[in-house]
C-alpha cells in the first residue's frame, strides 16, 4: 500500500500551482480571496498562535462560515496544534462537558475576535516559521451511537486518504467551482467543500446562511458545479421552485447531499423540476466524513433505478480510503439485499474516542456504525442503501417498526410540505408509540397542517400510525448539518406514557 502524502505538501503544490487563482469567495460580500492571499494569512495565524499561545496544544475554533474562519482553521492545522472546530451555538453546558475531556491545554478562539491580519502577516515575515501538523490533527464532537458527547480524532493520514479519495471520484481540479451554505464546523463542509476543494486547486463559494435566492443567483454568478446541501435544503428548492425558476443553473453538474438520508420523493422532484441529479453520500465523523458516495457518471436509466425506483436511495459505492462490509447480529456477513449494520473498515478510521479506553473497533479492524443497510450487486459492483439505525427502531405491541420507513411514507405527500419526521415514545399499553415532529411557521398553518396529516396517518397501520403530532415553531428541529433531533423532544412526550390510545390523535404545539 502506498504511503499517504502529507498534508503539508499536497498543500504546499496547491499554492505553487494555483498561486494567483481565487481560491474563495464569500457569497455574502462578494469579496475574493486568492491561494497566495489564503496560505500567506494562515501561516499568519498559525505563527501567531505558535509565538501567543505556545503552551496551548489544543485550540478550539468558534465561527462561522467567512474568509477569516477559513484562515483560523488551517492556521490551526499548521501550527503543529490540534484543531477542534466549534459551533459558535454551542450550548454553554455541551461545551463544558467537552472541554472537560481534553487533558492537555486548551484555548478557546472565535472567529469574531478583533485579530488584524495584516498586524500579523508583519510579524510573520519578521521570523521564519515552518508548518508541520500535529498527528492528531482534528478533534470532532460527536455524540456517537450512544448519544453522549465524546470526542473524535481524525488524523493526519486518515483525513488526507479521506478527501484523496473524494478529489479523485468527483474529478476535483482547478476548473471546478464547489458551492455550500453547509457550516465548516462539521465534517461535511469541512473535508469536502473546503479541504478537498484546496488541495485539488478549485475554487470555493462560501454562504454565511441558507438564503435559497442567494444560493441560486451565485450558483448563476460565479458558475458553481457543485452545491453541497443537504435534503432539508433540497426540499426547500423544490418547494420554492417557482420563485427560483428566474435562475439559471447551466454550471451545476449536480447537488451532493449527505447529513440526513434522502428521501425518493426528494431524489425524483429535483430531477423533474431541475433535471438535476442528487449524488448522495454517506458518512460518520469516526471515519473522517464520506465512506460512499453515488457515481456521478450514471446513465439516467441507471440513477432512476438506484434513487428513485427502489425502496431507499443509495448511497452509492465504496470510497477507495475503506471497505463496507454488512454483518448479521452474529457478526457472519449478510447475503445481497439481507439488512444487517454496516461495518466500515480504512485507512480514513478515525485513531479513536479522546481520552476514553473503549474499543470501538472488531477484531478484524471494523467500525461499527450503528447504521442498518443492505446492498445490491449492480453492473458487478456492490451499491449501498441504509434502513435506519440500530437505535430508530420502535417496538410497538410487540412489532418491530423502522422510523425511517415512516418517514420515507410520509415525504411523499406533496401536501405536506413542512419538515417532519417520527420519534417514538414509551407507553405502558403497548410498550411504544409513534409521534410525529413537524416544523411550523405560522400559527395559522396549523388547522389546515394538521387537518392534511391526520388524512395521512389514517393511511398507515395500527402499529405504525403516530398517535401524538408536535408542532415546533420556536425550536428547530433539525441540527445544523441536518440530522434529525429525533430524541431531543423525549420529555415533550412523557405525559402520554399512561394514555391508551385507539383512533384519536393527539395535538401539541411548542
Not at 393 to 416: M, P
Amino acid at each position: 500500500m502506498d504511503p499517504t502524502p502529507s498534508l503539508v505538501s499536497l498543500l504546499s503544490q496547491s499554492w505553487t500551482k494555483n498561486e494567483n487563482q481565487v481560491f474563495l469567495i464569500e457569497a455574502a460580500t462578494g469579496k475574493s480571496y486568492t491561494y497566495n492571499q489564503f496560505f500567506l494569512d494562515a501561516l499568519c495565524f498559525s505563527h501567531y498562535l505558535n509565538t501567543t499561545f505556545h503552551n496551548a496544544n489544543v485550540i478550539l475554533i468558534s465561527g462561522r462560515n467567512n474568509y477569516r474562519f477559513c484562515v483560523f482553521l488551517l492556521g490551526t492545522m499548521l501550527s503543529g496544534k490540534t484543531l477542534m472546530p466549534i459551533n459558535p451555538e454551542e450550548n454553554p453546558k455541551t461545551l463544558s462537558v467537552l472541554t472537560a475531556m481534553i487533558s492537555k491545554s486548551y484555548l478557546l478562539l472565535k472567529e469574531s475576535e478583533q485579530l488584524e491580519l495584516e498586524k500579523l502577516r508583519i510579524d510573520y515575515f519578521n521570523e521564519k516559521m515552518t508548518p508541520h501538523v500535529n498527528p492528531e490533527l482534528i478533534y470532532i464532537p460527536t455524540s456517537a451511537t450512544t448519544g453522549l458527547s465524546k470526542i473524535v480524532i481524525q488524523s493526519e493520514v486518515a483525513i488526507v486518504s479521506n478527501y484523496l479519495s473524494l478529489i479523485t471520484h468527483h474529478k476535483l481540479n482547478s476548473k471546478k467551482t464547489i458551492g455550500t451554505p453547509l457550516p465548516l464546523f462539521h465534517v461535511n463542509a469541512l473535508h469536502f467543500s473546503f479541504l478537498a476543494t484546496l488541495v485539488s486547486g478549485g475554487k470555493l463559494v462560501l454562504f454565511d446562511d441558507f438564503d435559497l435566492k442567494k444560493l441560486f443567483e451565485s450558483t448563476q454568478k460565479y458558475g458553481i458545479n457543485i452545491l453541497s446541501i443537504i435534503p432539508s435544503i433540497l426540499n426547500s428548492i423544490i418547494r420554492n421552485s417557482q420563485t427560483l425558476s428566474q435562475y439559471k443553473l447551466d454550471s451545476l453538474e449536480y447537488f451532493v447531499s449527505a447529513a440526513a438520508p434522502l428521501s425518493i420523493q426528494t431524489s425524483k422532484d429535483v430531477l423533474e423540476i431541475y433535471n438535476k441529479k442528487v449524488i448522495q453520500g454517506y458518512g460518520l465523523s469516526e471515519a473522517v466524513n464520506f465512506s460512499t458516495t453515488l457515481p456521478t457518471n450514471l446513465t439516467s436509466k441507471e440513477y432512476a433505478s438506484l434513487m428513485i425506483n427502489s425502496k431507499f436511495p443509495s448511497i452509492g459505492i465504496s470510497l477507495s480510503c475503506n471497505n463496507l462490509k454488512i454483518v448479521r447480529e452474529n457478526g457472519s456477513e449478510c447475503q445481497e439485499s439481507e439488512e444487517g449494520e454496516i461495518l466500515i473498515k480504512g485507512k480514513n478510521l478515525m485513531n479513536g474516542y479522546l481520552n476514553t479506553n473503549e474499543d470501538s473497533f472488531s477484531n478484524e479492524g471494523y467500525f461499527p456504525t450503528g447504521d442498518l443497510g443492505y446492498y445490491k450487486n449492480f453492473k458487478s459492483i456492490q451499491f449501498y442503501f441504509i434502513s435506519g439505525r440500530k437505535k430508530e427502531i420502535a417496538k410497538i405491541n410487540g412489532e418491530s417498526v423502522a422510523l425511517r420507513e415512516i418517514d420515507e411514507f410520509f415525504y411523499q405527500f406533496k401536501k405536506i410540505s413542512n419538515d417532519c419526521f417520527v420519534t417514538s415514545f414509551e407507553n405502558d399499553y403497548r410498550g411504544e408509540e409513534l409521534a410525529l415532529i413537524c416544523q411550523f411557521q405560522k400559527s395559522d398553518d396549523i388547522k389546515i397542517l394538521f387537518e392534511n396529516l391526520q388524512a395521512t396517518i389514517e393511511k398507515l397501520d395500527l402499529n405504525r400510525a403516530p398517535r401524538v403530532i408536535l408542532f415546533s415553531h420556536k425550536e428547530l428541529i433539525r441540527t445544523p448539518s441536518g440530522k434529525a433531533k429525533r430524541w431531543h423532544f423525549k420529555q415533550q412526550f412523557a405525559e402520554y406514557k399512561e394514555i391508551r390510545f385507539f383512533k384519536k390523535i393527539y395535538l401539541k404545539v411548542i
